[in-house]
């Protein structure tokens, strides 16, 4: 147990739908991350927050968007849902967010757009 | 533009023998690198990891080795272990346009350890 949440585990929606992630970090951990694996993709960057801010911006479509809350949870909103957006959605996280720290995954929101 | 490249989706191997899992970048600046492993419905777990200044990094079963001028990374694992069975992820950090610093991941390789 990697001691980050995520929910729901998993997620049937209709395109054009909008959904909702959650995630709540490590206890400790400032920052956040998110991450998109499609199927035979690697791990895609999304967003990274660290302490509600954001503070690095990867491959997010204008329809995805992100926030971290004073109690350091994050949210992952997803827009005009696409079939192409069916994915696995990991939350990260990590002490002080520098790529050279270890992050800790969640096990993942399955999403599926019918 | 795939940046970290796991050119191996499967690799199967016999309990106690070697298993090498290659990974090969294409962005000069990077300059850390990370194994991580998956099991099913579970999210990546951090293995280990080597920085630029290195050559080769051990822990316990496991070691990596960076070769920069060939931008290739090999994690070994001796012995092989049934446990050992899962999706392994390489990553590598760097810096992208924006000046902010990512972590890369390649596709995976999915090992299979043989009984």
């Known amino acids: 147990d990697s001691g980050v949440t995520q929910t729901p585990k998993h997620l049937i929606t209709a395109t054009g739908q909008r959904v909702t992630l959650r995630c709540s970090p490590r206890s400790g951990d400032l920052s956040v991350y998110w991450y998109q694996q499609s199927l035979d993709q690697g791990l895609q960057f999304l967003i990274q927050?660290?302490?509600?801010?954001?503070?690095a911006k990867g491959n997010i479509l204008e329809r995805f968007s992100a926030q971290q809350f004073p109690d350091l949870h994050s949210e992952l909103n997803l827009s005009s849902l696409e079939l192409g957006d069916s994915a696995l959605y990991f939350c990260?996280?990590?002490?002080?967010?520098?790529?050279?720290?270890?992050?800790?995954f969640g096990p993942g929101t399955r999403l599926l757009v019918l | 533009d795939q940046q970290v490249k796991q050119n191996s989706p499967s690799l199967s191997v016999q309990e106690g023998r070697i298993s090498i899992l290659n990974c090969d970048y294409t962005n000069s600046m990077f300059d850390y690198f990370l194994w991580y492993k998956k099991y099913p419905a579970e999210g990546p777990t951090f293995l280990i990891s080597?920085?630029?200044?290195?050559d080769k990094n051990e822990d316990g079963r496991f070691t990596v080795f960076l070769n920069k001028s060939a931008k290739h990374l090999s994690l070994h694992i001796v012995p092989s272990q049934p446990g050992d069975s899962a999706v392994y992820f390489c990553?590598?950090?760097?810096?992208?346009?924006?000046?902010?610093?990512?972590?890369?991941f390649g596709t995976g390789t999915r090992l299979t350890v043989i009984p």
């Open positions: 990553a590598a950090s760097g810096w992208d346009q924006t000046g902010a610093n990512n972590l890369f």
């Open positions: 990260a996280s990590s002490a002080r967010g520098t790529a050279y720290e270890t992050q800790y």
């Open positions: 080597i920085s630029s200044i290195k």
């Open positions: 927050y660290y302490n509600g801010e954001e503070r």
